[in-house]
């Protein structure tokens, strides 16, 4: 399995993004995808992400900015963000918890190479 992400770039305050991420590879069900971010010498944190429930949830810092979605026959989900500011400055990677192959095939985490936003102020 693996997972693309696509989309960051550079934007000025108050622009808006788009991430995408695809899946590929034998996927027999997805459970929960997301976005988490990272910046040098931080942990890396969860952005937002759906639940195998399809309940969003999110980060109080992107909460009425971010919106994730997401199309699981397409194995692909988004992270649309809107009203950037200079702290949401990261590499983002898109992260799947999913079972691969078969239906016994056990649940494991899986992650994208990482796509880089900077929002300039």
């Known amino acids: 399995v693996q997972l693309q992400a696509s989309g960051g770039g550079l934007v000025q305050s108050g622009g808006s993004l788009t991430l995408s991420c695809a899946a590929s590879?034998?996927?027999?069900?997805?459970?929960?995808t997301g976005w988490y971010r990272q910046v040098p010498g931080k942990e890396r944190e969860l952005v937002a992400a759906?639940?195998?429930?399809?309940?969003?949830t999110y980060a109080d810092s992107v909460k009425g900015r971010f919106t994730v979605s997401r199309d699981i026959a397409k194995k692909k989900w988004f992270l649309k963000m809107n009203n950037l500011r200079p702290e949401d400055t990261a590499v983002y990677y898109c992260?799947?918890?999913?079972?691969?192959?078969?239906?016994?095939?056990?649940?494991?985490?899986?992650w994208g190479q990482g796509t880089l936003v900077t929002v300039s102020s």
């Open positions: 992260n799947a918890h999913l079972r691969g192959g078969q239906w016994y095939s056990p649940l494991e985490d899986y």
């Open positions: 590879g034998a996927i027999f069900s997805f459970n929960a």
């Open positions: 759906v639940t195998s429930a399809g309940t969003s």
